[in-house]
């Protein structure tokens, strides 16, 4: 023991990744969590005899998680395996689902008569995403900044030909390769995991093409991505690392720039030597330390993430569709999409997402049932702070869905449950019910998103999606090393497995 305690306030997946990094560099780690049980938005729901993932359904760049192990010296503690397909794609207009595959025939398969030349096409563009994500990993995303200037020498190394995709949309980007509206679309769908609508997404982020396509592709882990934290929090316990739940911060005592304790709403108060937040840095500054440059009228201004209505159902049948995550999208949808989810007017044929949890763990529904979960992009609450029409939006849902699958859903519904971003809000902090924290606009990204250094308290670090490097889950793993990195004064050699 190196005499240096530390408390984690919030034990979301970066919270007790960067739990796991310190104690077995010999800190005394202390977690304290505001809900119930561990996760923040990596969570889990438990309705009758239905479990659900509750906001993560799949995971990227597993060498990161490998990352991770290999620095605590631990094995991964959960298992996963590579989903095939990655996703399905359905257009309401023609009642047609195209399936995407890492494999290069199956795709030309389906989208060789829709788009001419279109492996030739595909290989130039998943040849660039790939230059783009290795040119730019290691300089932009897995380091820390001290300064604008050390930010903006880093980025002067990245290979200048990448200056022009900086300058447009992730829509635009993939509208240069392919003109098949179908492939534009189902191509920019990944900006809605950053947040944001194509058309608002900056087009540097289209390299998450490679992440699907060329790299490892998209992972489920075996009974759940709840699995994540029960693994951690089990290495966790062999290091006597405790966590304290149903403890809600709500105050902090300083005395000359450092932070002496926080305070919980009992009353109680936690002493440590350095304290790492892991919520919403924004959030935190907002509502804990009333910093006066945080106050609302000041971050409303700031670009968020759309909100997220979700909808949680059982039902008692077996959907016959392939792959377990489905976008739905419509003639609407492109009218839906460039409102940026700043109105929301039920639209007819909305876009949305489900996932069909029952495919991958055993646990997640009775025999005969399936567990699926719909993601809806909406408004935050800055846009749309009324959600007495939920139940009107929940039954559009439905309806849509039944019709695309020919078989009314509203007779087989065992358990249903729907969270609004005034749910989000109050159960994980989330500025505005924004469901991924500050959106990915070029200003809000590297440097210029949140530190992860308080510029007032030396003894106070942050650690999440809000802050750097960004949203995503292996963004969540990489912040814990970056804060561990500053917590300990050195730069960490990450061990990759890949």
């Not at 993939?174 to 990944?190: C, G």
Request: some cysteine; overall charge positive.
């Amino acid at each position: 023991m190196n005499g240096k305690k530390v408390c984690i306030i919030g034990s979301g997946l970066a919270g007790l990744a960067s739990a796991l990094r310190l104690v077995k560099r010999g800190y005394e780690v202390e977690i304290i969590e505001k809900n119930p049980c561990a996760g923040g938005r990596l969570n889990q729901l438990c309705v009758d005899d239905f479990k659900f993932d509750l906001g993560p359904s799949f995971f990227t760049m597993t060498y990161e998680f490998d990352e991770l192990a290999n620095d605590c010296n631990i094995s991964l503690p959960f298992e996963y395996s590579t989903l095939d397909p990655i996703f399905s794609v359905n257009f309401l207009e023609d009642r047609k689902t195209f399936n995407l595959y890492n494999d290069r025939e199956k795709l030309n398969n389906q989208f060789g008569k829709l788009e001419s030349n279109f492996l030739s096409k595909l290989d130039r563009y998943l040849k660039y995403g790939s230059a783009l994500f290795n040119d730019t990993i290691d300089i932009a995303v897995r380091q820390n900044f001290n300064s604008l200037s050390h930010y903006i020498q880093a980025l002067s190394k990245i290979n200048k030909r990448h200056i022009p995709v900086l300058f447009t949309s992730y829509q635009n980007h993939v509208n240069r390769y392919f003109s098949s509206p179908e492939l534009r679309q189902i191509l920019s769908l990944s900006a809605y995991f950053l947040g944001n609508t194509p058309h608002k997404t900056n087009g540097v982020y289209s390299l998450l093409s490679h992440t699907e396509f060329v790299d490892d592709g998209y992972h489920y882990v075996h009974g759940g991505m709840y699995k994540i934290i029960e693994g951690i929090i089990e290495e966790l316990k062999k290091e006597n690392v405790s966590i304290t739940y149903n403890s809600e911060i709500v105050n902090v005592q300083r005395k000359d720039k450092i932070v002496t304790g926080v305070i919980d709403k009992k009353g109680h108060k936690y002493d440590a030597d350095t304290f790492i937040v892991n919520i919403d840095p924004l959030v935190f500054r907002n509502k804990i330390l009333h910093k006066k440059n945080y106050m609302d009228k000041i971050l409303d201004r700031k670009q968020w993430s759309m909100g997220m209505l979700t909808i949680y159902m059982g039902i008692d049948f077996k959907l016959n569709i392939e792959s377990i995550h489905n976008y739905f999208v419509g003639k609407e949808n492109i009218k839906h999409e460039m409102n940026n989810f700043r109105y929301y007017n039920l639209p007819e044929t909305p876009y949305y997402y489900v996932n069909i949890q029952s495919r991958y763990s055993d646990t997640a529904a009775p025999k005969g049932c399936e567990a699926l979960m719909f993601v809806i992009p909406v408004p935050n609450l800055i846009y749309k702070q009324d959600w007495s029409d939920r139940d009107e939006i929940v039954s559009n849902i439905i309806k849509d869905f039944s019709n695309r699958i020919g078989l009314n859903l509203k007779n087989h519904i065992k358990t249903l449950k729907v969270m609004t971003p005034v749910d989000w809000q109050k159960k994980f902090n989330l500025y505005k019910g924004a469901a991924l924290g500050l959106s990915h606009s070029m200003n809000q990204t590297g440097y210029l998103r949140p530190s992860n250094v308080d510029k007032e308290f030396k003894n106070l670090f942050y650690t999440g999606s809000s802050t750097q490097p960004g949203i995503g889950l292996p963004m969540a793993i990489i912040s814990s090393r970056l804060t561990t990195e500053r917590v300990i004064g050195s730069k960490i050699a990450p061990i990759y497995s890949k």
